[in-house]
């Protein structure tokens, strides 16, 4: 009778550890206390269990790692994954968030980024709510980082170096085939064109100038002044981009529209109808897609290399 108890007790601690390992938070004994991207030491003593996110970037990383079930509130441009949308709203809308309904959802942690200010942050810690900025990336190491803190601070830290590790060896390879590209095309990414005139484009420091370099290409905002400004036709016209992108085709813009345009029949991308549709969501919100980003990047700026 004894060994059958001690058998039957076995069985259930196996169970019970082989449930704790798929996928569930991952509790430590000393808790966790990282620095955030607003130099703010952040403690928790035991990875948060109900998370609101505050941007885009952050609820697709949150998911990408395996915490999406713990997601409990989201901003109201959190639309990938789709699952996402069942989540409940919090508000981000013209940058005002609805702090009472974050209070109300309980969350053990809130994590803003870099879309947020630290006036936002410090609205939430006066709720006593515990906030992690989680400031953008610079590079992909960067993102690599962001990745493996949401894991930590969520319990998913196995998840998330695994994920981290496969986007690695993804750029790697894009970064091996493009080093046997003969020519590195001009591009001209646009992310507003409602002033036609003066579109804006990513400028120097950019991440999406970052990516565009990473697949093989120059950016032409790459001579402006800041990381997001306006370029004239007429300078568009002195760099005559060899391709044309267009950030701004998921708020309807196409390139028939872009080839109608006053003056830019001038642009040898133009007239030989070198104008691509593209996903900013792929090059704009600093989580794992940017590298789904790079490799259609590459594959425009060289479809040579991507037959």
Not at 35 to 43: F, I, N, P, Q, S
Not at 168 to 188: D, G, S
Not at 240 to 248: A, E, N, Q, W, Y
Request: with cysteine.
């Amino acid at each position: 009778m004894k060994k059958t108890t001690t058998l039957a007790i076995l069985l259930i601690a196996i169970i019970v550890l082989s449930a704790c390992s798929a996928g569930s938070p991952q509790t430590g004994n000393t808790g966790i206390v990282l620095e955030d991207g607003l130099a703010r030491t952040v403690k928790l003593e035991k990875p948060a269990a109900r998370i609101v996110s505050l941007s885009p970037s952050v609820t697709e990383i949150l998911f990408a790692v395996g915490a999406g079930k713990q997601v409990v509130g989201r901003d109201s441009f959190s639309s990938y994954p789709p699952e996402a949308a069942s989540i409940q709203d919090v508000g981000g809308s013209m940058g005002s968030y609805s702090y009472e309904v974050i209070a109300s959802l309980e969350p053990d942690l809130v994590i803003a980024s870099g879309i947020n200010t630290p006036e936002q942050v410090s609205a939430l810690e006066n709720l006593d709510l515990t906030v992690y900025y989680l400031a953008n990336p610079e590079d992909l190491e960067g993102l690599y980082a962001m990745l493996r803190t949401v894991g930590e601070l969520s319990g998913h830290g196995d998840e998330a170096n695994r994920l981290a590790a496969s986007l690695e060896e993804r750029v790697k390879a894009v970064e091996a085939t493009i080093a046997t590209a003969k020519t590195t095309p001009l591009v001209f990414y646009e992310l507003d064109g409602s002033d036609p005139a003066k579109p804006w484009t990513p400028g120097p420091g950019s991440f999406v100038g970052l990516l565009i370099e990473t697949a093989g290409g120059r950016n032409v905002g790459a001579v402006l002044d800041s990381q997001w400004a306006q370029i004239s036709i007429e300078e568009l016209l002195v760099q005559d981009p060899d391709l044309i992108l267009l950030g701004d085709s998921i708020y309807g813009m196409t390139p028939d529209q872009v080839s109608t345009r006053p003056g830019w029949d001038g642009l040898t991308a133009v007239r030989e109808g070198r104008l691509y549709e593209f996903n900013d969501d792929l090059v704009s919100r600093p989580g794992p897609r940017l590298v789904d980003g790079l490799e259609l990047l590459a594959g425009i700026i060289h479809p040579e290399l991507y037959p």
